[in-house]
């Protein structure tokens, strides 16, 4: 199979942002032309001809239409597929590329927003044993524009607000084209997402680790861990041989130590754990892991695993309800934010660890896993916040409880239902997106008693400044009368 691919096809897309602002310095052409282009191909996702561009109305320069026709395309990727879910939460996406490679992308609707999952590779040389994708092999890296175009393609379905890497691919073994995607969904001239709002998942590539927390240490960073020790995680992640555990901790707590989480007291990363039975469902299990992240800032996503028709390790399992509930109760025990992974798109093979070019529906999930920056971490008060996996039958996020309870830390300890409302909360304003990236409003018009005072206090002091200056005005008629 082959693992490298050529990076453009015989014209450059115009989202490969750093050829697109390389060439138009060859030509003395202003960057700012750049940006207006590329603004109005983000507010227009489904444009694809160069002849809808209104150049005009954009005033570029004649000279660069010709040198965008000769050199770039909008788009050299299409959507080869659209696959939607029964309940309508998930869309799966397969994308053909200019090579004739394909890739996937999944969006998935929460209650108030909507999550793209991207790939960074077509395949993945990690090869972890419950992972679909793994059976393909590394075909080839994406560059920054076909990491970008799914974003395009995504918003011509539905209007995106948090990004997390854990489509197809290991996406810190594509540094350069991730890191480049990464600035251009965070640059306040494109499409100015939040750094919070982006997560980067890893099973571990140190180097890159530190790399990332050195050049975008506010992007949410998520470890696939799966194991609490080193001898089982090779069992599920070969390539941990190369990434001793106490190293991959070592590198994940420097991250959490420069991360700056938008909401006071709020976790600064999260542990990915796909539940296997027989594997690492134990309690023993549970204890081991709960004693390695005590003293971390994380939240773990518990993750059942999901049936693939095509796995390294075809013995693997997923784990029955009493096994997950066991496990998720232990964890709380050791005063850890955990969480379930609640089940969304398998049923078009779009859940974790299914994608790998196949629409073979095999019923297993994703859950809302992009704001955990919101959810704050109550260890220092013998407290922990938990969320139960909601059942296969009820998939719709807005028949889930709305309040979430903080319990004891009891060996006995009830699993509470909470939502994603306590991320949207802790969201106070809406952002200020270009286009189809534009969020609700999700606040309404709703005033708090603080803004109430602080007007009233303004209308005070105006009208106090009024009184005044009339008294300074008749003091002054009066001195003229009396003259």
């Known amino acids: 199979k082959r693992t490298r ?49 209104p150049y005009e109305d954009l005033e570029l320069p004649h000279r660069m239409i010709e040198i965008m026709k000769a050199n770039f395309v909008l788009k050299s990727s299409t959507i080869a597929e659209r696959l939607d879910s029964i309940d309508g939460t998930t869309t799966k996406l397969l994308i053909d590329l200019h090579d004739g490679e394909q890739v996937e992308a999944v969006v998935m609707r929460h209650e108030k927003r909507a999550t793209l999952c991207v790939s960074s590779q077509v395949g993945c ?26 974003l395009l393609h995504a918003g011509t379905v539905e209007k995106v607000r948090n990004i997390v ?11 350069d084209s991730v890191l480049l995607s990464l600035k251009a969904m965070t640059d306040v001239s494109l499409w100015s997402l939040k750094h919070g709002r982006i997560t980067v ?8 680790m530190h790399k990332l927390t050195r050049d975008m240490p506010n992007i949410s960073l998520a470890l696939s861990l799966h194991a609490p020790t080193q001898e089982i995680r090779e069992i599920i992640v070969p390539t941990a041989k190369a990434h001793p555990l106490p190293e991959l901790l070592n590198a994940l707590d420097l991250h959490l130590a420069q991360c700056k989480t938008k909401t006071k007291g709020a976790v600064a990363g999260m542990i990915e754990y796909i539940l296997i039975a027989g594997v690492n469902d134990s309690s023993e299990c549970a204890h081991l892991l709960g004693g ?12 059942p695993y ?29 005063g850890i934010i955990c969480r379930v992974r609640r089940e969304m798109g398998a049923d078009i093979a779009g859940a974790c660890g299914q994608l790998a070019l196949t629409k073979k529906p095999e019923i297993q999930g994703v859950g809302d896993i992009e704001d955990f ?50 991320a949207s909360e802790n969201e106070n304003q809406t952002d200020k997106k270009i286009g189809s990236f534009q969020s609700p409003n999700e606040k309404g018009n709703h005033y708090s008693t603080k803004t109430v005072l602080i007007f009233g206090s303004l209308i005070a002091v105006a009208a106090f400044s009024l009184a005044v200056l009339n008294m300074k005005s008749f003091d002054r008629r009066k001195s003229i009368l009396f003259r």
């Open 5 to 53: 691919r050529p990076p453009v096809g015989p014209k450059t897309p115009i989202l490969q942002i750093d050829a697109l602002l390389k060439c138009l310095e060859n030509e003395k052409i202003k960057p700012l032309n750049a940006y207006r282009l590329l603004r109005w191909v983000l507010k227009n996702p489904s444009s694809s001809n160069w002849d809808e561009v």
């Open 125 to 150: 040389k990690m090869g972890c044993t419950f992972c679909a994708t793994g059976t393909m092999g590394l075909r080839g890296n994406l560059s920054s524009g076909e990491i970008l175009e799914q």
């Open 165 to 175: 890497f854990m489509g197809m691919g290991e996406p810190l073994s594509n540094y």
């Open 201 to 208: 998942s890893t099973v571990g590539v140190i180097a890159n």
């Open 292 to 303: 390695l992240l005590k003293t971390r800032n994380v939240m773990l996503n518990l993750i």
């Open 306 to 334: 999901n049936d693939t028709s095509s796995t390294i390790n075809a013995d693997f399992k997923p784990p029955d309800k009493e096994s997950v509930d066991n496990f998720q109760s232990i964890i709380v025990s050791h």
């Open 373 to 422: 920056g919101n959810v704050k971490n109550n260890n220092s008060k013998g407290k922990a916040r938990v969320v139960k996996k909601v059942s296969k039958v009820d998939m719709n996020p807005s028949n889930e409880k709305k309040d979430n309870e903080n319990v004891e830390t009891k060996h006995n300890q009830k699993v509470v239902d909470t939502s994603s409302k306590q």
